[in-house]
T-cell receptor, first 112, second 115 residues
Framework: DGGITQSPKYLFRKEGQNVTLSCEQN?????MYWYRQDPGQGLRLIYY???????QKGDIAEGYSVSREKKESFPLTVTSAQKNPTAFYLC???????????FGPGTRLTVT | GENVEQHPSTLSVQEGDSAVIKCTYS??????FPWYKQELGKRPQLIID???NVGEKKDQRIAVTLNKTAKHFSLHITETQPEDSAVYFC????WGGGSQGNLIFGKGTKLSVKP
């Protein structure tokens, strides 16, 4: 658990602004993921990356963008195109495809 | 794509009783089924998982069973304690439709254990 970190814990933004959420891991995991969690909705996959310099859209990628320039880092940008950005965002990592995922502590984003 | 259904959405038990949460999945290629526990405002934490070559796995008061034929798996918690109160998520990995083993999560079960 302690090997994957997210910052900040709470983030407040005005509507129309882009915001970037940080995710770092020191577990030497190849795969990293971003999920969005809304009350009663479980975890929905936004983007995932199986290897450096490669990433794929998940189920709800519209309005989000990512990069994977380093193995340890997988930042998520919530753009102004995302219609309902207020949510709890969770980053996760795993050794590879279909393997156990470890979650970061999450960032709670509020956009007003 | 994979569809994971989880029931019930809320579950209230008396301390010391057992709790059972059930999940069904649709992708016959799924071969990994983890269960996560999430306390309010915190990260989901893996509590137990099972692979498709095993029918049952136990860890102290927690057990998971898997029925591949029926495509369902269940979490069993015995001798429940107030600290078991949390939201529990099941998941199954998806291999069809271009997915690469990504986990698909159920919508969660809020378990309340009353002292």
């Amino acid at each position: 658990d302690g090997g994957i970190t997210q910052s900040p814990k709470y983030l407040f933004r005005k509507e129309g602004q882009n915001v970037t959420l940080s995710c770092e891991q020191n577990l030497n995991h190849d795969a990293m993921y971003w999920y969005r969690q809304d009350p009663g909705q479980g975890l929905r996959l936004i983007y995932y990356s199986q290897i450096v310099n490669d990433f794929q859209k998940g189920d709800i990628a519209e309005g989000y963008s990512v990069s994977r320039e380093k193995k340890e880092s997988f930042p998520l940008t919530v753009t102004s195109a995302q219609k309902n950005p207020t949510a709890f965002y969770l980053c996760a990592s795993s050794m590879g495809q279909g393997a156990m995922q470890y979650f970061g502590p999450g960032t709670r984003l509020t956009v007003t | 794509g994979e569809n994971v259904e989880q029931h019930p959405s809320t579950l209230s038990v008396q301390e010391g009783d057992s709790a059972v949460i059930k999940c069904t999945y649709s992708d016959s290629a799924s071969n990994y089924f983890p269960w996560y526990k999430q306390e309010l405002g915190k990260r989901p934490q893996l509590i137990i998982d099972i692979r498709s070559n095993v029918g049952e796995k136990k860890d102290q008061r927690i057990a998971v069973t898997l029925n591949k034929t029926a495509k369902h798996f269940s979490l069993h918690i015995t001798e429940t304690q107030p600290e078991d109160s949390a939201v529990y998520f099941c998941a199954a990995n998806e291999w069809g439709g271009g997915s690469q083993g990504n986990l698909i999560f159920g919508k969660g079960t809020k378990l309340s254990v009353k002292p």
